[in-house]
């Protein structure tokens, strides 16, 4: 295969804490310590458990080895833009413009926007290649797949002034691809789908000036403002900000989610199961980590075929057990109920679970040491994007015309490697958590009897106080899916509704919060009204592009209920997040019109300008803002009062 290379060959990891670790192995007080100090995760404390008694390096391990952390970069005054600098604002020594003259303010404003723009970027890019396989699919040269929610792709016809009757579903597939793939640079100045929002929400963008004109323009605009010598004014580079994030959330995300819809199917309401403990001892394990569906989905596909099934058999192997990892596994989870492994600080717990044979990765969220870690066990790593082919892995380049073959291969490699595995090294460490997934907006309309009218009443009643959305990653500054789980806890004990994307869905999965049994830690009226309808009280809504279908649940709640997004009980919150892509999913909530806390602290503290822009400032601007509060119970204690400001605005 064309690209491929070698397997790495790791030298052993040892790192200094690894060591003292190893030498306090007589002392367990200081093994348990570890634990508890890295997560809640049940299932995941008996691997790290036995990574750190191997000597095997994890996240936490490297966290702990870059503190304490530079303070200049933690504060975003620090400037590596051009060969002038690097620049530090050190006002106790008079140092408060870098080479250039840029002053705090912006040096923070700049580093920010470059954030946002990175996260855009790789949400929209993704959105992309989603659209060019429906593309190829449309006209002939894609491999296996196929259209499987033509009533979802005639509707977006629709949005574009297509008519549908009378031509085949290539052909309306074919104009809808070119469409969609023509809003990421499109000269009609304005992204289709932001016509979703409500009204009043759109009015809000433009009085702004901030409705997305194109998604690659917006992050384009955004690099050219971060350049040496262009944006001086940190208030426009914030504001470009919100517009390169809403061409995110409303352009390269929305067409993600839509497009994988039509392509794998718009998620319905299922039932699967969680946690390090989905590993089979007796089967080949292969698992799906990173973000796009477009290869995930073939690897299903093949994993059926009769011959790879008679080949595991051979090899002894009582089948192919798939496992999901992140967002890949997310999207997995809610249309096929594959189950799920963990969300993100559970990737390399997983290779040390010692019954993996193969991890595929697409992209993002993928630690580039992950061969290291596979290294000390069978497990292959194999890569499959060129964008992010990883050292020390095998490339498998994974293209929609070959898309079936190269996933019978990979799948094949995985059953190969079966004999490899050690007996003696396999840990499965619990037992899988039941789940119930599924909740798109189509599935949410559908329990609720075709329409949002049901929600919005309880809502209007004070049966549900309001909603929040949850999303987001893990991060070592905060104990493993603690944030996610206590503050989904303290929000439908207040008959908060949670609707939730990414990692902060897999923690409350993991936590058991995705069962309908869980409605017996809600709150009186939400309890009984997820006790009726027989869900839990946090939905899960799909992976980080996912963030998608909750704007778009808010847009057709504001609607039903007649006002812009920035008036109803809601509130978004990302307690865990690390990403750029958490970045700009937090600036188009709140560009939105929803009051969004973020848990770890941006790096913006540098500036009192900017902290004050974000946190209040905004308000003026889209009727929102954000709030950072670490303390997930405190977090939630800002959620309730918000969302009790807004109820008694509503006059409900
Ligand atoms: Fe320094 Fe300005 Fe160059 Fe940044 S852009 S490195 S602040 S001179
Ligand atoms: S995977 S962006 S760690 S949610 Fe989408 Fe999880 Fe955050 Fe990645």
Redesign the pocket.
């Known amino acids: 295969m064309p690209g491929k290379h070698a397997k790495y060959v790791q030298r052993k990891i040892t790192v200094p804490d690894i060591e003292r670790a190893k030498m306090s192995l007589m002392n367990p007080a200081f093994i348990q310590q570890k634990i508890d100090e890295r997560t809640v995760d049940e299932a995941a404390k008996p691997v790290i458990e036995t990574m750190l008694r191997e000597g095997i390096e994890t996240v936490w391990d490297r966290f702990e080895q870059q503190q304490p952390p530079c303070r200049y970069c933690s504060e975003g005054i620090s400037?590596?833009?051009?060969?002038?600098?690097?620049?530090r604002i050190i006002p106790e020594h008079y140092r408060v413009r870098?080479?250039?003259?840029?002053d705090a303010d912006l040096?923070v404003a700049r580093n920010l926007l470059d954030t946002i723009a990175t996260g855009a970027a790789a949400h929209s890019d993704h959105g992309r290649e989603i659209i060019e396989t429906l593309y190829k699919t449309a006209i002939g040269e894609a491999q296996g797949y196929e259209i499987t929610d033509l009533e979802k792709l005639k509707r977006i016809a629709g949005e574009f002034g297509f008519e549908t009757e009378g031509q085949s579903t290539e052909e309306i597939a074919r104009q809808v691809s070119l469409a969609l793939l023509e809003e990421y640079g499109t000269i009609k100045n304005f992204i289709q789908f932001t016509a979703r929002a409500p009204q009043q929400t759109q009015e809000v963008w433009d009085a702004a000036g901030i409705r997305p004109r194109s998604v690659d323009r917006e992050i384009v605009d955004a690099m050219h403002r971060i350049q040496?010598g262009v944006g001086a004014d940190y208030t426009t580079m914030l504001a470009h900000g919100l517009r390169t994030a809403l061409g995110d959330g409303w352009g390269g995300s929305l067409m993600a989610t839509e497009i994988s819809d039509v392509m794998f199917g718009t998620p319905t309401i299922n039932q699967s199961w969680v946690n390090l403990g989905v590993v089979k001892k007796d089967q080949v394990n292969i698992s799906l980590h990173g973000h796009n569906p477009v290869l995930s989905e073939m690897i299903v596909r093949a994993a059926e075929d009769p011959g790879l099934l008679d080949l595991a058999k051979s090899k002894g192997a009582a089948g192919i057990n798939l496992v999901g990892l992140c967002c890949t596994g997310n999207e997995l989870l809610m249309r096929k109920g594959i189950p799920q492994a963990g969300n993100h600080f559970n990737q390399e717990l997983l290779i040390a679970t010692g019954a993996l044979e193969v991890m595929i990765i697409d992209y993002q969220c993928i630690f580039p040491s992950l061969p290291r870690t596979a290294s000390c066990y069978h497990t292959h790593i194999v890569s499959t994007s060129p964008k992010s082919k990883v050292p020390g892995s095998l490339y498998y380049g994974f293209y929609p015309e070959t898309a079936i073959d190269t996933a019978k291969e990979i799948i094949r490699l995985a059953i190969e490697n079966f004999p490899n595995r050690n007996p003696d090294k396999v840990l499965i460490p619990a037992d899988p958590m039941k789940v119930v997934t599924g909740f798109s907006v189509e599935a949410i309309q559908a329990a609720l009897g075709g329409t949002f009218k049901p929600l919005v009443d309880a809502i209007a009643a004070g049966t549900i106080r309001g909603a929040a959305g949850v999303v987001g990653c893990n991060n070592p500054k905060v104990k493993h899916d603690y944030g996610h789980v206590t503050l989904g806890k303290e929000l439908i004990k207040r008959d908060i509704l949670l609707v939730e994307t990414g990692c902060a869905a897999i923690a409350s999965g993991k936590a058991g919060l995705l069962r309908p049994e869980a409605a017996k830690l809600a709150g009186p009226g939400l309890r009984e009204i997820c006790e009726t309808l027989g869900i839990p009280p946090v939905l899960h809504m799909g992976s980080c592009v996912d963030c998608s279908r909750i704007l778009v649940l808010a847009a057709e709640l504001a609607k039903t209920l007649g006002v812009g997004i920035h008036q109803l009980p809601i509130a978004g919150a990302a307690p865990e997040w690390y990403s750029q892509k958490a970045v700009s999913i937090a600036s188009y909530f709140v560009a939105s019109g929803v009051y969004t806390v973020l848990g770890p602290m941006p790096k913006i503290t540098g500036s009192g300008n900017v902290v004050h822009l974000l946190t209040e400032g905004l308000n003026d601007v889209v009727k929102a803002s954000f709030a950072v509060e670490p303390d997930p119970v405190k977090a939630a204690e800002l959620i309730d009062r918000h969302i009790g400001d807004k109820r008694t605005a509503l006059g409900i």
Not at 79 to 87: E, F, H, L, T, V
Not at 98 to 102: E, K, L, S, T, W
């Open positions: 400037c590596n833009r051009c060969a002038m600098g690097p620049c870098g080479v250039c003259g840029a040096i040496m």
